[in-house]
């Protein structure tokens, strides 16, 4: 069971990986000019509601698991995805508007944000890892 | 290669009709009398037809010029091919017959070019050149030898360190020296630095006369020509000059570039002359940099003609403006400056102990009082002036042209040196709590950069390009201490009276970041040049060589691109995607109950049919009209129709066009139909019962209409768009107008219309918005469509035909300034600047489509715009850093055009010399920019705070880091001692105004303005002018052509500058009020308003009589002139004691206290309070 919920976790969360690196490659692609901004951010929004429910489903099942460490360790992000989202105002595109992405540095802080969010999926990646297969071991 | 035609303006080639002019061939009108229309309604539209889908536009972004993707251009980077091989056709670049229908300039062999005519009658004059008179060969073949001594701060031993590298790259012996290589023309001993030659130069005119047709001191261009009246060029290409005797050829002994080069500096001097705007190299990294000693003794050995085979066959060419090559600069800079982000982000550490630290405190008190304006010359302290020494001369050959104020035009190296050189006027300490008068008696100059004159010479003009610290500094946290904003102002395609204009088969650019040629590149020898952006060497193209100005070869920094800062090209096919598309002008109007009760379609109407031949447009033109109500109805004018057939659209859930062929027309063609059309429009809804709006729908319709070729798109709206998509519910709670505690409702509140904007941004289609309704519209919701497609709204509160009159003078003259006006189509825009500065933040109407580039569907003379910037990589090394914005555009006349803008501006590194260099205006406008988005995002208090913030921490800044005696008092450097006054005129404006009835539109629509008027105008708006004109003189007034214009003194903003004897003109921007005080002197009445007595004065006066009176003839010269200054026209409105504007007369009076805001003495206590904390 417990193996389980970690396997499944895991695949969760090497998506979450996924889609980081695709944040981190589409921004990039605008920051250099690849793309433009309309299509960027339009590629960028379609993932922002998969990314959340993702992270919140990895952080259920922590909890539903009863494990309470991981679970606070997801809980601060998964409560970021909602709050980013549900603070978008309306007159906005999405997360990403092409109009507002060039301003103020939204670009980097975007880019900088999907960085941590990569780094801190590794982490929960091998974390998981590890909890499955202490798990199957026990099993 | 060039043809360059100065044109009274700038929209054609050469002395063509503007493009504003009446269109080419004016159809007769003939107007059939009482024609009937067949509504026809026409329900039967079989839906296949009528769907038949649009043309395939171009698809949305991909295909959208400048993409580097699509096929047109040849001009993709892929073949490296020697494009400037006269020889064969390789790419586009040749010389030869170009690809597009535009008459290229053929291209000739060099040697074999005519000769063109001489001198440029715009170009700035050369001051630098020793003899004013008019003979070039001698100039050229000998500098004489007071010329030779000139200061160019490159050799400026005051800083050793960073000049050294530079000079490497000259292989200069001594430092002073020329460069070996060069084989220079005997010179003189070249003084350092200190310019006597000054003595000998034509007296510096003013700096304005970059942009008037300079007296002819410009003689090392040329031959004599003395200005002459412009002509036509007399070939395809040449940059002729007008009016000009075509000087005796010179043969090009190799000798003669060098001295040619006088232009470049004052006088051909010491500095080697290659090196012009140079900052020093940054070092290593630059190895393309190379210098190529050998190779330029050979080149300067004689052998100009030999150096005319192409050398290198590189010339590849990355996209033009395109997003996906050069990217400019890099990542998105954090913020850099942010009092609109970061308020009281911690008080700023007192410097370290600087250079200014060291040096201003030691000038005693007594001399920071005494120092008068423009007085550059003044005593320096003793230890400064031991530190000087050896410039002691230096600041006194600089005369500062009269009214400049700022720094003087000295150095950078002087600048840098420390505050003796800066003018000691924009630091004088001001105490503001004692100083009552603050304001000058005329309006504020914008300071002028502290450049070398020659530099500064050519720069570009304020108006155009300007930024809020003329000094930019060395690093980010010195930025940061100084806590001013960094970010530049432009008016990019302002109407300008002498354009250069040049015609050109290769327009030089930078191969690494595309940056166009300009004054501040540096030539390192006669066939290289040294980006003054990216620093990477580049050569001159072949075509390059041949100075068409003065008809001699092997002059390239003698071309007009190399002599304005401001320049037009004409582009050739590389620089368009598409073939240029007719001028489209599409009109959507509102035919709701309620429009047709403003009256507004009258106006409309009118408006065009007057002035439908002014349309700018060639044969080309095409227009078409779309009404809506709670319908679409659309105008079928094609050719042999009778009369107009009205087509409705009812299905406006899933709009399409009848019949998307003839609903845009050729306006030569079907000229008849048109004005048949329009002159029964305002009859044909006159009975309508329809109340409801489906905007949205309409909006659709419009887009699918003109997103084959683009255009322009002006929708009439006079109501809250209540039906179909992106209708809108009234957000404004009417009660909370004046005791809200904070603005709700300043962000769209659908994506709709942005999506819509971005659409037609893809398809080059721009929206102009006009607003008229008395109900609140949501304009911030509806002007996203214009913001983020470029266009312009216009806002007429209570717009009515009978209960407005005011407002429908101003509509109507807004109009006939719209349907008249400049316009570039398909238009990009791109800001550059120096590597290590960026830009992070963009104000005004457009699209940013990837870093820095802006889509501009449309473009037009009033647009504004302002970037913020910061400091990414450290600007050591540098003397200057420069900007140049780049448009391109397609002219109402099909013509693809490329206007350049550079401005040049001295790095500094010490805290006084960025305070030195604020340019208060641009800070202000600046800010305010800032404060609109800030209240956007977040809240308007935020923003009301962070722009006292902003007071508070830069005056902070000043009292710690800069002055070190401690006085009591507010104290502020001279050249900010408006600074506070311009804030709380700001909090007073009408967008950030709280505590007084404002109605959410009208706010909404005050930032809408602050963001995209240009600088001047919202400075206007922001702190209007008053004049006191009973009492107007002909002294010191103003003689322009043959008009005297008598010049009042600006008054401060308070009522106690009113006095009833008196009257008094208050200039804001778009509106002017003419107060009348009860008791005003009679004879102004009776002289000016043509009325006996005071009582008499008419409560709708719009204009003043036209009267034979010296009075009234200077009153309505001045108010003449100051609407002169603008593009738009101001009304005028009389305002006696009870007339209705009173209020909004007295609003601006922002020195006051209101029962909500502050007067401006309790604003500098609670500015003194916060600081002394």
């Not at chain 2, 008249?820 to 963009?842: D, N, P, Q, Y």
């Not at chain 2, 009033?862 to 391109?888: C, K, P, R, T, Y």
């Not at chain 2, 036209?1106 to 001045?1118: G, I, K, N, P, V």
Request: proline share 12%; hydrophobic share 35%.
């Amino acid at each position: 069971m417990e193996a389980a919920v970690f396997i499944l976790s895991l695949v969760d969360c090497c998506a979450l990986i996924f889609l980081s690196v695709y944040f981190i490659i589409t921004l990039s692609d605008l920051e250099c000019d690849y793309i433009n901004a309309r299509a960027c951010c339009s590629k960028l929004n379609k993932w922002v509601i998969p990314e959340m429910v993702g992270q919140c489903l990895s952080t259920m099942l922590m909890l539903v698991s009863m494990h309470w460490f991981i679970f606070l360790l997801n809980l601060p992000v998964a409560v970021w995805n909602i709050y980013r989202y549900a603070k978008v105002p309306m007159g906005n595109m999405g997360v990403f508007d092409p109009t507002e992405i060039h301003n103020r540095g939204q670009l980097k802080s975007h880019m900088k944000e999907a960085m941590i969010k990569l780094g801190y999926h590794l982490l929960c990646f091998f974390i998981y890892l590890y909890s499955m297969i202490l798990a199957l071991i026990n099993d | 290669m060039s043809t360059a035609g100065f044109n009274s303006q700038n929209g054609t080639g050469q002395g063509q009709a503007y493009a504003n002019g009446p269109s080419q061939n004016p159809v007769a009108l003939q107007q059939l009398p009482g024609v009937s229309y067949g509504m026809t309604h026409q329900p039967n539209y079989s839906p296949m037809q009528a769907k038949a889908p649009a043309p395939p536009g171009p698809g949305l972004y991909p295909s959208g010029p400048y993409q580097p993707v699509p096929p047109v251009s040849s001009y993709q980077p892929v073949p490296p091919v020697s494009s400037y091989q006269p020889v064969p056709p390789v790419s586009s670049y040749q010389p030869g017959p170009p690809l597009t229908s535009y008459p290229a300039s053929p291209g000739q062999p060099l040697l074999t070019r005519p000769p063109m005519g001489g001198l440029p009658s715009h170009t700035p004059p050369q001051s630098a050149s020793p003899s004013p008179g008019p003979r070039l060969p001698p100039a050229q073949a000998t500098p004489p030898p007071p010329s030779v001594s000139s200061s160019s701060y490159y050799q400026n031993p005051q800083q050793p360190q960073p000049m050294a590298p530079s000079w490497q790259y000259n292989t200069a012996p001594p430092p002073m020296g020329p460069p070996a290589s060069m084989s220079t023309p005997p010179r003189g001993p070249v003084a350092n630095h200190v310019n006597p030659a000054v003595s000998s130069t034509a007296p510096p005119p003013p700096s304005s006369a970059v942009y008037t047709s300079a007296p002819p001191a410009h003689v090392s261009h040329s031959a004599t020509q003395p200005p002459g009246p412009r002509m036509p060029p007399t070939s395809a290409h040449g940059y002729t000059q007008p009016g000009t005797v075509p000087p005796p050829m010179n043969p090009m002994a190799p000798h003669t570039y060098q001295p040619s080069r006088a232009p470049y500096g004052p006088p051909p001097t010491g500095p080697p002359p290659t090196m012009k705007a140079t900052p020093p190299p940054t070092g290593p990294p630059m190895g393309n940099a190379t210098p190529p000693p050998p190779k330029a003794v050979a080149q300067c050995g004689g052998v100009v003609n030999s150096t005319l085979s192409p050398t290198e066959p590189d010339c590849q060419e990355g996209d033009i403006e395109c997003p996906g090559t050069v990217a400019g600069n890099g990542p998105q800079a954090p913020n850099s400056y942010n009092h609109v982000d970061n308020k009281m982000a911690g008080l700023p550490q007192p410097g370290p102990p600087g250079r200014h630290l060291g040096h201003y405190p030691s000038l005693p008190p007594g001399y920071q009082n005494t120092s008068t304006p423009h007085n550059t010359t003044s005593p320096m302290h003793p230890a400064m002036q031991a530190a000087t020494q050896p410039y002691t001369q230096a600041p006194q050959p600089y005369q500062q042209p009269p009214g400049g104020p700022g720094p003087a035009q000295l150095s950078p190296s002087l600048a840098a040196m420390s505050l003796q050189s800066s003018t000691p006027e924009a630091l004088r300490v001001v105490n503001l709590l004692q100083e009552r008068n603050l304001l000058p008696p005329r309006p504020i100059p914008a300071p002028t950069p502290c450049l070398p004159q020659d530099l500064q010479k050519i720069n570009c003009n304020p108006e155009v390009f300007r930024s809020t610290l003329t000094s930019i500094p060395q690093t980010q946290s010195l930025l940061n201490k100084a806590k001013m904003p960094l970010g530049l102002l432009l008016h990019p395609f302002k109407d300008l009276s002498q354009l250069p204009v040049v015609t050109s088969s290769t327009i030089v650019r930078c191969r690494s970041c595309r940056t166009y040629i300009n004054p501040f590149v540096s030539f390192l020898d006669q066939r290289r040049w040294k980006c003054n952006l990216c620093y990477r060497v580049n050569d001159v193209p072949e075509e390059f060589m041949y100075n068409p100005v003065s008809r001699s070869y092997g002059e390239p920094h003698k071309r007009p691109e190399v002599q304005n800062a401001t320049i037009e090209f004409i582009a050739p096919s590389e620089y368009m995607l598409r073939p240029p598309q007719p001028a489209v002008y599409l009109f959507v109007l509102d035919v709701s109950h309620n429009a047709v009760e403003t009256g507004y379609l009258n106006v409309f109407c009118q408006s065009l049919l007057d002035n439908i031949n002014a349309l700018p447009g060639d044969s080309r033109t095409k227009v078409g009209f779309i009404t809506f109500d709670s319908t679409i109805h659309f105008y079928n004018l094609q050719e042999g129709l009778s009369q107009p057939q009205m087509l409705i659209v009812s299905d406006i859930e899933d709009i399409f066009l009848p019949t998307p062929d003839s609903l845009l027309v050729n306006l030569n063609e079907c000229k008849e139909l048109v004005q048949d059309l329009l002159k029964s429009l305002p009859t044909l809804f006159e009975k309508t019962m329809e109340t409801q709006s489906a905007l949205g729908s309409a909006l659709q319709a419009a887009f699918k209409l003109l997103s084959p070729t683009g255009g322009r798109m002006s929708v009439f709206q006079t109501q809250l768009p209540n039906l179909g998509v992106g209708a809108l519910q009234s957000r404004e709670d009417p009660n909370q107008r004046a005791s809200a505690k904070d603005i709700q409702h300043l962000s769209p509140a659908t994506d709709f219309y942005k999506k819509l904007a971005l659409d037609c941004s893809g398809q080059q289609v721009a929206v102009d918005l006009f607003l008229l309704s008395s109900q609140y519209c949501d304009l911030a919701s509806l002007g996203c469509i214009s913001r983020y497609s470029a266009g312009s709204v216009y806002y007429y509160p209570s717009y009515h035909h009978q209960h407005n009159p005011a407002q429908v003078e101003c509509f109507q003259k807004d109009l006939k300034r719209y349907i008249t006006r400049k316009i570039g189509f398909e238009a990009v825009m791109r800001i550059r600047c120096t590597k290590g500065l960026s830009i992070h933040t963009f104000h005004g109407n457009f699209f940013v489509r990837s870093t820095d580039l802006l889509s501009l569907p449309n473009v037009n003379p009033d647009a504004g715009f302002a970037v913020q910037m910061s400091i990414e990589e450290n600007l050591d090394d540098m003397q200057v850093v420069s900007f140049q914005a780049a448009l391109l555009y397609t002219s109402s006349k099909g013509e693809r055009r490329i206007r350049v803008h550079t401005l040049c501006l001295p790095v500094v590194n010490s805290l006084s010399d960025i305070f030195a260099g604020a340019d208060v205006q641009a800070i202000s406008g600046l800010l305010a920019c800032m404060a609109v988005d800030r209240s956007v995002t977040a809240s308007l208090s935020d923003a009301r705070d962070a722009m006292t913030n902003a007071a508070i921490d830069s005056l902070t800044s000043y009292r710690q880091s800069v002055l070190t005696i401690q006085q009591p008092g507010l104290l502020a450097p001279a050249c900010l001692r408006l600074f506070p006054l311009f804030i709380l005129a700001l909090l007073k404006q009408k967008s950030f105004r709280t505590g007084t009835s404002t109605r959410l539109d009208d706010r909404v629509f005050a930032m809408c303005q602050l963001k995209y008027q240009p600088l001047a105008y919202a400075m206007l708006m922001i702190h209007p002018s008053l004049y006191r004109i009973d009492d107007l003189t002909d002294e010191g007034a103003l003689n322009i052509s043959e008009r005297t214009i008598p010049q009042p003194i600006l008054l401060q903003l308070s009522v106690e500058k009113l006095s009833r004897e008196a009257a008094f003109l208050m200039d804001a921007g778009t509106v002017m009020y003419l107060w009348i005080g009860r008791n005003c002197n009679p004879n102004f009445l009776s002289q000016v308003l043509g009325v006996p007595s005071y009582a008499s004065v008419p409560d709708n006066l719009f204009m003043l009589p036209e009267l034979d009176t010296a009075e009234s003839q200077r009153t309505r010269a001045f108010i003449g002139w100051l609407r002169d200054q603008r593009p738009f026209f101001p009304s005028l409105r009389v305002i006696r004691d009870e007339s209705q504007w009173k209020a909004s007369f007295m609003q601006n009076m922002i020195e006051d206290r209101t029962e909500s805001a502050l007067s401006y003495y309790e604003f500098l206590l609670h500015l003194q309070q916060q600081i002394s904390k």
